[in-house]
């Protein structure tokens, strides 16, 4: 069965730091790019961080809202992506998303249609 299993979320106060982990199980082969992505309740879906696959000379793209605070990250060895957040504001309370594609498409957009497998999310809450 193939999965992305998210883990990592859960509360913290402003100025705080979480670290997001994300494992792909079940694929017969890596991800092409992955990513973040979150949505706060009665908003859209939005693209946090996304990064191309092991060994790519490309760098990782964020949104402008975390660009800074947040840094993706992937280990070589293995598939699993990580998002390391820092500086936490109350308006990045969220469900988070973790993502995946294997074909070639334009991850750096940080658009969900272009990521075809998707994680149940997982929640991150920050107080002030």
């Known amino acids: 069965q193939v999965r992305l299993v998210e883990s990592g979320g859960g509360s913290v106060q402003a100025g705080g730091s979480l670290r997001l982990s994300c494992e792909p199980s079940g694929y017969p082969y890596i991800p092409t790019y992955m990513g973040w992505f979150r949505q706060a309740p009665g908003k859209e879906r939005e693209g946090v961080a996304g990064?191309?696959?092991?060994?790519?000379?490309?760098?990782?793209k964020y949104a402008a809202s975390v660009q800074g605070r947040f840094t993706i990250s992937q280990d070589n060895d293995k598939p699993t992506l990580y998002l390391q957040m820092n500086s936490l504001k109350p308006e990045d309370t969220a469900m988070y998303y973790c993502a995946a594609d294997f074909a070639r498409r334009p991850w750096w957009a940080l658009q969900p249609k272009f990521f075809s497998a998707w994680g149940q999310g997982i929640q991150v809450t920050v107080s002030s």
């Open positions: 990064i191309d696959r092991p060994g790519s000379p490309a760098t990782p």
